[in-house]
């Protein structure tokens, strides 16, 4: 079944506790992203990445690193997460950056920063 | 900067009923793609329905349908028949066809009552 899969789907953690959310994909994309959820905003995007080894800052980046080493994978890393991070995060990916290409969403991860 | 307005937070509708959930958008590009997501209590988001704006033709994927009207940068959604499974929250979005990025509006939660 052609899906984006993130793990973990719900996390618990504390301030300054480093952490990774994986997302993955088998569709063969080359685009993927990252967004991030809260209330009243909306989805706003954290990263992108158009092909391997190519990332780029999304529109609200600060707090967040991301690494794109393999097609099908692209984690999102929190070095210190603070509560201001607590969001509810979606990975996505498309075949192409092109727009007029469908993002497919991963089924989101719900992060809580205590 | 392209930004992407949801006027409605909330909205209700009686089965079987037909409801219009609003989205106004600001851009310079001529040409872009815009989008209407749901997403269910599940959290997955879903692709509704997409318009290409050099269309003049409104889109339609069977009881959605959308008005878009480019001069207006207006781009409502029509549920025409509504269902208890329509229940969800709905993401208005525009599509950068110049950097292929998804802009989303705030979001309306549409609640359908049997």
């Known amino acids: 079944e052609a899906q984006v899969t993130q793990n973990p789907r719900y996390l618990i953690t504390v301030t300054g506790k480093k952490l990774t959310v994986t997302c993955s994909q088998n569709m063969n994309h080359e685009y993927m992203s990252w967004y991030r959820q809260d209330p009243g905003l909306g989805l706003r995007q954290i990263y992108y990445?158009?092909?391997?080894?190519?990332?780029d800052k999304g529109d609200v980046p600060e707090g967040y690193k991301v690494s794109r080493k393999e097609k099908r994978n692209f984690p999102l890393i929190l070095e210190s997460p603070s509560p201001n991070q607590t969001s509810l995060y979606f990975c996505?990916?498309?075949?192409?950056?092109?727009?007029?290409?469908?993002?497919?969403f991963g089924p989101g991860t719900r992060l809580t920063v205590l | 900067a392209q930004t992407v307005t949801q006027s409605q937070p909330e909205m209700s509708v009686q089965e079987a009923e037909t409801v219009t959930l609003s989205c106004t958008y600001d851009?310079?590009?001529?040409?872009?793609?815009l989008f209407w997501y749901k997403q269910p209590p599940s959290r997955q988001m879903i692709l509704v329905i997409r318009q290409e704006a050099y269309k003049q033709q409104n889109a339609t994927e069977n009881r959605f349908s959308v008005n878009f009207q480019k001069a207006a940068k207006s781009f409502s959604l029509k549920i025409s028949d509504s269902q208890l499974g329509d229940t969800a929250m709905y993401f208005c979005?525009?599509?950068?066809?110049?950097?292929?990025?998804?802009?989303f509006g705030q979001g309306t939660t549409l609640q359908v009552k049997p």
């Open positions: 851009t310079s590009e001529s040409n872009y793609y």
């Open positions: 996505a990916s498309s075949l192409t950056g092109l727009i007029n290409n469908e993002q497919f």
């Open positions: 990445s158009m092909n391997v080894e190519v990332t």
């Open positions: 979005a525009f599509g950068s066809s110049n950097t292929g990025k998804l802009i």
